[in-house]
Structures are given as structure tokens and as C-alpha cells.
């Protein structure tokens, strides 16, 4: 560098510096490539050897932010030449500083020089920031569209009906993508049931996520989100104000959280909350339908002798499908039977209440005597004129079982399928009216039916027979031959409800299937030693007899027979073994064989009082034979298909016969 | 199965008892107890209606039997009522020999009259 200061006077004499020295400035940085440069730090770096090449610095320094070098230059100089490197002369990108270890090393034309190349390095900063703006925006840009769209498709998930576990496996997902985090964890506060205690975790790091145990508790208390460089944390909180959970995300190396990414996962998590409080009442509503519409159905059937019932019903598979179907069946005070199945219109809390309103109404027109085409004339009428909007179809009827007489009436119902004990089943049409809340006074008629020992009647909702998948006469013809394959009914209605499919079954379902008991079965009964145990005898009796086909005549002396044997043998034992009394009792082509025993010996000769009288009685209508064992006393009864009462009181010698 | 049960109406000299349900050895001796006290307050003619009743047994039987022999004793009178649709319960009255008996009318008025005729008689 000798020879500079000779310079220095020169240029100093000519009061600025030589244009070929600019030129030789502006070719150093264009051979440097500084006019297409777009990076800053090379820049720089282009313009401090050109600094060092074209002015007499020993050392050159950028000084970043400022106008002025905030320090010196890491060893002492003794001259220093400075000038700010700014555009326009207000956007200030730092400041070019020159320096030397011998004093006035820098002349004015080194100024000038200086300046002229802080000019070019500032439109070449000026020119790399507008580009690096540029991109940023355009990279925000795309970043936020992208981002947008992601929140958009989470929203139009959520907005489905989804199990709750699912949302928020989904949200944390998302959440995780959308910012570009290393690990996202959901965690959730158990909610009576709804919600179990749960984290979901998504990590981009697979799921051995070493995050997930600095993740802290499920429900902070945070108010608002927080965010760090490294994590960001926003509440699940729902429009209610309830706090579901927390969402929490880890960045990843490098790409600490902005403001962008904290407003997009409060969002997501305003969504999430929202949706979640959605199905959590929802979920809440279904179960309380469906604990409404169990209780509602009758907890047992009752038990009536010579019948045998079993009833089922299947909520709809899909979640918020709880109907409005019931069944029910009723001993009335003469022993017959009402059965009733029917399906409200409608779903949900609302179907099962009205579902019970209209159970309970028919129940009581059922005690009150009423038949079932006037029950159900009087339920519509009830419906209609309390202005209700309830709508159901009802199937009404009666069966008398020792006769087999079944009286039924329909309010727009499916009809009930007949199973006879060997044969085709057969579905039982007419008597079938509009369905209930349908019109103020539809026509109501009656059907008949007299069922053969061993029938079957099954009563049936719709879900059994018709599906978004099934047509009607497919589901009738299928319930029919899936009904055919006999059983007892507990069998017939399992196997109803499994034949229907009702896993792709939305609407839900209800069978009844009532049989009629067949002959071929004995009767046996053991009931305590006490005379309130004869009605039950004879109860029982009457119904095995009438299914065996004895006609009312044969069964009431049969009955009375029994009746009288089963009253001696509560009263007649000693100091019996044990206090009950056994009936047994069989029909063989027309032979009834009843056998009534105890357990101790008899206390005398039964004499002419009321009891040696019903002995009597006994023998006028069966044949007797008193059997004395070491185990207590049989009487055995027998009667042939003949009358042995004779002919005398035929049904004609009535009471009315007395003139 | 229907409750039993046992009314009794006083109506001057006569008296009705209307009885429902079945009548036997658990549901006898309410009914013997109703005639004992009827027979006891000293009426002269007993209208048993049984129309609602749906079975009678031998206790049933002896039961009337036995009110009826009370009452005869001071020549007073017993009849019945039945239906003509308990054909079941009169075939019992019948194979029992009872009918020859007990007066059975089809309506409690025909009892009624029947029995003042009787113990005019």
C-alpha cells in the first residue's frame, strides 16, 4: 500500500475522487456478481473485498441495523473511514467501516469511494430484501391457503357425526400438520362417561413421542393459548364455556411457533370443542332414549298357564336411532292374555315417551274389558282429541288359551304371522284399520282366529321386515321362512332378530312370539299344601285340558274332579313328610289321566261330611282309585273319551230349563 | 282369577246375596259365615244370586246344603240364581243331585217371587 498517501493529496487537490476509480468499484462488484445477487451475506461479503481492494483499509467491517459502527474493529487502528449503507436514504441496512493502523490513511476521494460502493451495496441489499420479501409473502401466502384449507376440511369431519374419540385423534392430527409441529397431544377430562380421561398424540416423530409426558394435566385452567418459540397450547373450549381439554403442540427444530400458527390452532380448537359438546349431547340424548325406551318395556312377561311368550327388543345400530317400538302383554281378570306391539313414529327421547303413553293407555282400555278393536278406537280417539302428534302403528290382540280363540285388530301394523304346529306359516290380514292419530274415526273391525294347540303367534315390528336394503314382501317372506323352522319362542325370536341383520338395521326392532302349549307336553305341578293352591291347580288344569283339545264340558268336570282331590289332599294328611301337594296330569286319544298326591297318610275314612262328599262328586265324574303308600296317599283320575256322568245334563238342560 | 266376594242385601223379611268368584275350601267359609249371621238375624226367605260366580266345589255345595237345612228347620226358603250361560256351574248342581234340591231361577225377581210363593206355600 505504499504510494497512497500521494494519491491522497491528488485526489484531495481535485476534490473528488477520479471516475475511473468509481468505474473500477462498479466492475469489481459486477465481477463479483453482486448486480444478481439476491443473498444479503454475499452481499456484504462482495462489497467488503471490494472495499479492501479499492480503498487503502487495511480492515473492513459491515456494521448490520445502524448507520454508525457501533464498535471498532477488533484491534486498534488509528484512522477510520465509516459511511452508512442505506437506500434511499432511509431504509438503513448498517454501515461500511474502513480502518487503519496508521494515522490519516484515508483521504476525501476514499470517502467518496466508500460511499459510492455503501451505494451499490445498499441497492443490492435493497434489491435482496424486496426479492426475500417477496418470497416470504408469497411462501406466507401459500402457507396460509394451505393453512385455511386444512382448518376448512377439519371443520366439514367434525361437523359429521363422529365418536368423540375419533374427533379428537382427527384434531390433533391436524393440528400437527397444519403448523408443522414435531408432536401434537390432545388431552381430555373425563366427563360422566362420555369422555375417559385420554391423551391423543400425533408425532411426527412416530408415536414413541417424548413429549407426551411433559404434556401436564388435561384441563389446565388455561384461560388462553400459549405460545413459546417451542410449544403452543390452546384450550378446548366449547361455545358453552366448558373446558373439554387442552390441545398442546411441540415444534420442531428450527420453525418456532408464529402468531399465524397460534391463531390458526386456537381455531382448531374452538372447532374441536364445539363438535365435541355437539356429540357429547347428542351421545347423552341417545342414551337417555334408549334407558327411557328399556324402561318403558315390560321387565317380565307374565306367566300364564298353556301359554308360552318371549319377547325381544333390538335398538336401531345407528347411534342416534332409538325408536319408539314397544310390545306388551297382559294377563286380564278372566285369564285371557292381551298382547300388543306397536311403533311410534319418530326417534329419540320424544318417540320413547310417547311410546309409553300410548302402552299405558292400551293396558288400561285392556283391563277395562275393552277389545282390541275398541282399545285401539279408543286410543285414536284419545290421540286425536288431546292433539297430539303422535302417530304409531298398533297391533291389538286377545287370546283366550284354553280355547285358542285370538281376537286381533290392527292400526296400520304389519300383520301377525301364525305358526300352526305343522304346516305353512301364514300371515293373518284384515282387520286392519289406519294407524293411530291417522283420522278422527276410522273404521274398526275385528279379526278371528281360533289357534290349534301347539300355534304360534308372532307379533313384530317393522324394523324385522323392512330396511333401506330390504323391501317389504322380501322382509315378510324372509321373517316367514326364518319363523317356519319352529322352536320354542324364546328360539323364534332370537332367531328373528338375527335373521333381520340388524347390524345394517338403522330402524330399530321389536318381536313377540306367544305359543300356545301342545298336548304332547305332561303337566305336572307341585304347589304347598294350602288351600290357596287349588284355584292355582284348577287354573293351570283348565288351560292344559282346553290346549289338549278337551271340550268345556270334559274340561269343567275333569277340573271340578281334580279340584275335589287336590282340596283332600291339603286337608287330609297326618303329619305329612312335606306341605305340598303334586298334580300330574295327561290326554291320550281322549283318556285323561290326572294323579293327585301328598305326603302323609289320611286322618280317617272320608265320611259323609263336605270332604266325603267331594269324594263322591269325584267318582261321578272320574274314576277313582285311592292309593295309600309309604310316601303319603295318590288319588289316581281317569276318564275315558266317554261321558260317565251320563247323558242327563246335556248343554240343553240349562238353568233356564225350570218352568 | 276374579276376587271373591260376598254382599249381602236385607230387604224385609227377604234377603240377597250376591257372591262372585269361586267358591272353595279358601273361599267357603266366608260364605258360611254370611248365611250363619243372614239365618241368625232371622229373615225367612235367602236369594242366593251366583251369577257371578265361575266355580263351586263340594265345600261350595255343602256349604248351601247346610244354609239351606238351617233355614228349612224353621221353614224358611233358599233359591238361586243362575244364568243360562253357567252351564258349567249348574251341570255341577246337576250331577250332584242338587238341582232337585234348590230352587234356580235365571233373574234374582223370579227368585225373589219364587221364594215368597215357597214359604207361602
Not at chain 1, 52 to 73: C, S
Not at chain 1, 77 to 102: N, Q, T
Not at chain 1, 145 to 152: F, I
Amino acid at each position: 500500500m505504499t504510494g497512497v498517501a500521494e494519491d491522497d493529496a491528488d485526489l484531495r487537490a481535485a476534490g473528488g475522487a477520479p471516475p475511473d476509480r468509481y468505474a473500477r468499484v462498479a466492475s469489481a462488484l459486477v465481477r463479483r456478481g453482486l448486480l444478481a445477487e439476491l443473498d444479503a451475506g454475499t452481499v456484504v461479503r462482495a462489497v467488503l473485498d471490494v472495499a479492501l481492494e479499492e480503498t487503502p483499509a487495511a480492515l473492513a467491517v459491515f456494521h448490520p441495523g445502524r448507520d454508525r459502527p457501533a464498535e471498532g474493529f477488533g484491534r486498534p487502528v488509528r484512522s477510520e473511514l465509516a459511511v452508512p449503507v442505506a437506500f434511499d436514504g432511509d431504509e438503513v441496512f448498517g454501515a461500511l467501516a474502513l480502518g487503519h493502523p496508521a494515522p490519516e490513511a484515508f483521504g476525501e476521494a476514499d470517502r467518496l469511494v466508500a460511499e459510492e460502493l455503501a451505494r451499490h451495496a445498499a441497492e443490492a441489499l435493497h434489491r435482496c430484501r424486496l426479492v426475500a420479501d417477496a418470497d416470504a409473502a408469497a411462501r406466507r401466502e401459500r402457507g396460509h391457503a394451505a393453512a385455511m384449507r386444512s382448518l376448512a376440511e377439519a371443520a366439514v369431519r367434525l361437523n359429521a357425526p363422529l365418536p368423540i374419540e375419533a374427533m379428537l385423534r382427527d384434531v390433533t392430527g391436524t393440528a400437527r400438520r397444519i403448523v408443522g409441529a414435531r408432536c401434537a397431544v390432545t388431552t381430555v377430562a373425563g366427563e360422566a362417561a362420555v369422555l375417559s380421561p385420554a391423551s391423543f398424540v400425533s408425532c411426527a416423530d412416530g408415536p414413541a413421542c417424548p413429549v407426551v409426558h411433559d404434556a401436564g394435566p388435561a384441563v389446565p385452567g388455561v384461560a388462553d393459548a400459549v405460545r413459546s418459540a417451542d410449544r403452543l397450547a390452546a384450550p378446548l373450549r366449547s361455545p358453552q364455556g366448558r373446558e373439554v381439554g387442552l390441545l398442546q403442540l411441540f415444534a420442531a427444530e428450527g420453525t418456532p411457533f408464529t402468531e399465524t400458527d397460534e391463531a390458526i390452532v386456537v381455531q382448531l380448537a374452538q372447532l374441536a370443542a364445539s363438535a365435541i359438546e355437539k356429540e357429547r349431547l347428542l351421545e347423552a340424548q341417545v342414551r337417555l332414549a334408549r334407558t327411557l325406551q328399556r324402561s318403558l318395556l315390560p321387565e317380565r312377561l307374565p306367566d300364564v298357564p298353556g301359554v308360552e311368550m318371549a319377547a325381544r327388543y333390538a335398538p336401531g345400530a345407528a347411534e342416534a336411532d332409538v325408536g319408539g317400538d314397544w310390545y306388551d302383554a297382559l294377563t286380564l281378570p278372566d285369564g285371557d292374555l292381551f298382547l300388543v306391539i306397536g311403533d311410534v313414529v319418530g326417534k329419540g327421547v320424544e318417540a320413547a315417551a310417547a311410546m309409553g303413553q300410548l302402552r299405558h293407555c292400551l293396558r288400561t282400555y285392556a283391563f277395562e274389558g275393552l277389545e282390541p278393536a275398541a282399545a285401539l278406537q279408543r286410543l285414536n280417539v284419545l290421540v286425536n282429541t288431546l292433539g297430539g302428534s303422535e302417530f304409531a302403528t298398533v297391533l291389538a290382540a286377545r287370546l283366550t288359551p284354553a280355547t285358542g280363540l285370538l281376537r286381533f285388530a290392527s292400526a296400520g301394523h304389519p300383520p301377525p304371522l301364525l305358526l300352526p304346529p305343522s304346516g305353512i306359516p301364514e300371515y293373518l290380514e284384515g282387520a286392519r284399520s289406519v294407524p293411530i292419530g291417522t283420522l278422527p274415526h276410522p273404521e274398526w273391525e275385528e279379526g278371528r282366529r281360533t289357534l290349534a294347540p301347539g300355534s304360534a303367534l308372532v307379533l313384530y315390528t317393522d324394523g324385522l321386515v323392512e330396511s333401506r336394503t330390504l323391501r317389504l314382501d322380501e322382509g315378510l317372506a324372509r321373517l316367514a321362512e326364518a319363523a317356519a323352522e319352529g322352536g320354542d319362542p324364546s328360539a323364534v325370536a332370537d332367531r328373528l332378530l338375527a335373521t333381520a341383520g340388524l347390524e345394517d338395521q338403522s330402524d330399530d326392532s321389536a318381536v313377540l312370539a306367544v305359543r300356545l302349549t301342545a298336548c304332547a307336553e305332561q303337566f305336572r305341578l307341585r304347589l304347598p299344601a294350602d288351600y290357596s293352591s287349588v284355584s292355582v291347580v284348577r287354573r293351570h288344569l283348565r288351560a292344559f285340558l282346553g290346549a289338549c283339545g278337551l271340550d268345556d264340558q270334559a274340561t269343567d268336570e275333569v277340573t271340578l274332579a281334580c279340584s275335589e282331590a287336590a282340596a283332600n289332599a291339603v286337608e287330609h294328611p297326618v303329619a305329612p313328610r312335606h306341605h305340598s301337594i303334586e298334580v300330574e296330569a295327561s290326554v291320550e286319544e281322549g283318556t285323561v289321566r290326572v294323579v293327585v298326591r301328598d305326603f302323609g297318610r289320611w286322618r280317617t275314612p272320608p265320611s259323609a261330611s263336605d270332604r266325603g262328599r267331594g269324594l263322591a262328586l269325584m267318582g261321578m265324574l272320574m274314576d277313582v282309585e285311592v292309593q295309600s303308600l309309604p310316601s303319603g296317599t295318590e288319588v289316581v283320575l281317569r276318564r275315558t273319551g266317554r261321558d260317565p256322568a251320563g247323558a242327563g245334563g246335556g248343554p240343553g238342560g240349562g238353568p233356564g230349563g225350570r218352568s | 282369577m276374579e276376587d271373591f266376594t260376598v254382599k249381602a242385601e236385607a230387604l224385609g223379611p227377604h234377603a240377597i246375596v250376591t257372591v262372585a268368584g269361586e267358591i272353595d275350601a279358601s273361599t267357603a267359609p266366608m260364605l258360611r259365615a254370611e248365611f250363619l249371621a243372614l239365618v241368625d238375624s232371622g229373615v225367612d226367605r235367602l236369594v242366593v244370586d251366583l251369577r257371578g260366580v265361575t266355580f263351586i266345589e263340594s265345600v261350595g255345595l255343602g256349604t248351601l246344603v247346610a244354609a239351606r237345612k238351617r233355614l228349612r228347620r224353621f221353614d224358611r226358603s233358599l233359591c238361586l240364581v243362575l244364568d243360562d250361560s253357567q252351564r258349567s256351574l249348574y251341570r255341577t248342581f246337576e250331577i250332584t243331585g242338587l238341582t232337585k234340591v234348590f230352587p234356580i231361577h235365571p233373574t234374582v225377581e223370579a227368585a225373589v217371587e219364587d221364594c215368597l210363593d215357597e214359604s207361602a206355600a
